[in-house]
Structure formats: structure tokens, C-alpha cells
């Protein structure tokens, strides 16, 4: 039930960009991404809520493909900032059944 | 505002010990999470808390742990007695709904020897 999320880990230079999915084998109802630093908390990046949704907040944009079950995570002209673990959680089952599936997140790594 | 404060930061104690984590969560928030986190891996759901029922607690290993949250607004997590393998990352959050964003703390780090 776990979301699989690839890749595990990536390294860029500064400027390049990344993607990172996230594929659920049931269907999906919402999506939220995280981003993790090493020994801070996970911070919360976008939430998805329907397929066909597609968000973004500077260079940091997701989209949501409701009928392959997947959601994608787009980083462009990666910043050092950037770094970290990324984590989607996943809605599998509606109202009462809600619960909220994370994956075993992506490390990225931006080099200068 | 004030973000989700946990306490401790860091607790190292004797296989076979009590250990108790706190959680305040955010001003307003009714939803409250424990997580359980190992390197390298997500966050695992202990309880979720709407106010102070719990409403999710399938994965409390309950021979051993326990939770509550009085007066839907602080929370506590107890594992007694502790075993090696609790060694974990142990995250509070909470969102002004269940399919709001989560606001995590910075968790409490627990090594069990």
C-alpha cells in the first residue's frame, strides 16, 4: 500500500532540474509532497486533491495523473536550497477510511 | 504562529524503560499525528486525533504503547516498556483538518540501548 516513490536519490548540479514520481497501486485521491532536511522537520510543499491538478510555488510545481495513479514532482533550475528528502503521502480511501500513506522519499542532492 | 512544539529533543534510556514524548500542537488545530520515523524511511502513523477521540490508532502497537490527548489540545506518547527497536524519530503534527497540511515538529529522537 505503500506509494513507491523514484527515483531513491538523485544528484544535480545547481540550475538543473529534477523529477520525482510517486505511483500508488490503488487509486488515489489526493497527493501531498514534503520536503525533509536532515534533522529538521518535514515541511509541506503542495497538496493535490483531484486528477488533472497541476500546482506550483516558485520553480517547485507537482502535477496529478488520477487514471495512472501517480503523482510527479518538478524542480526547476534546482537551487542548493533545494536539497533535501522528498516525501509524498498519498490518499488511498475516502472520508471515514481516511488515511494518509507516505513514501519512503527521494534524497536530493544539488551540488554548487 | 507558533508551530508544533515537541519535547524532548533527544532521549536515551535503558531497554525495558517508561518514556514519554509531549506534543502541542498548532493554536486551533484539531487534527493531531504521531508519527514514527526511521532513517531513511516516511513517517509511519502511530494515532491520529480528531480533538481528543482517537480516530486512527491501528498501527499503536498497544501491548506497549499509549497515547491521549486531553482536552483535544496537548498530547503525549508513552512506550513502556521500551525495546531496542522503538530506536526512532518520533514526529507530532497537526492540521486545522484531516486533508489540511500537515505541520510537523521536530520530533523527538529516541535511542533505546
Known amino acids: 500500500q505503500q506509494p513507491v516513490q523514484s527515483p531513491q536519490a538523485v544528484i544535480l548540479r545547481e540550475g538543473e532540474d529534477a523529477v520525482i514520481n510517486c505511483s500508488s497501486s490503488?487509486?488515489?485521491?489526493?497527493v501531498h509532497w514534503y520536503r525533509q532536511k536532515h534533522g529538521e522537520a518535514p515541511v509541506f510543499l503542495m497538496i493535490?486533491?483531484?486528477g488533472g491538478e497541476q500546482k506550483g510555488h516558485d520553480k517547485i510545481s507537482a502535477s496529478f495523473n488520477e487514471k495512472k495513479q501517480q503523482s510527479s514532482l518538478y524542480l526547476t533550475a534546482s537551487q542548493l536550497s533545494y536539497s533535501g528528502t522528498y516525501f509524498c503521502?498519498?490518499?488511498?480511501?475516502?472520508?471515514?477510511?481516511?488515511?494518509?500513506?507516505w513514501g519512503a522519499g527521494t534524497k536530493l542532492i544539488i551540488k554548487p | 504562529e507558533a508551530g508544533v512544539v515537541q519535547s524532548p529533543r533527544y532521549k536515551i534510556i535503558e531497554k525495558k524503560q517508561p518514556v514519554a514524548f509531549w506534543c502541542n500542537p498548532i493554536?486551533?488545530?484539531?487534527?493531531l499525528y504521531w508519527y514514527l520515523q526511521n532513517l531513511g524511511q516516511g513517517p509511519e502513523l502511530l494515532i491520529r486525533?480528531?480533538?481528543?477521540?482517537?480516530?486512527?490508532d491501528s498501527q499503536l502497537p498497544k501491548d506497549r504503547f499509549s497515547a491521549e490527548r486531553l482536552k483535544g489540545v496537548d498530547s503525549t506518547l508513552k512506550i513502556q516498556p521500551a525495546e531496542l527497536g522503538d530506536s526512532a524519530v518520533y514526529l507530532c503534527?497537526?492540521?486545522?483538518?484531516?486533508?489540511?497540511?500537515?505541520?510537523f515538529g521536530n520530533g523527538t529522537r529516541l535511542t533505546v540501548t
Open positions: 503521502g498519498t490518499e488511498t480511501a475516502k472520508d471515514s477510511n481516511y488515511q494518509l500513506i
Open positions: 490503488k487509486a488515489l485521491y489526493s
Open positions: 493535490l486533491l483531484k
Open positions: 493554536s486551533g488545530h484539531n487534527t
Open positions: 486525533y480528531e480533538n481528543e477521540e482517537a480516530v486512527d
Open positions: 503534527a497537526s492540521s486545522l483538518t484531516p486533508r489540511s497540511p500537515l505541520h
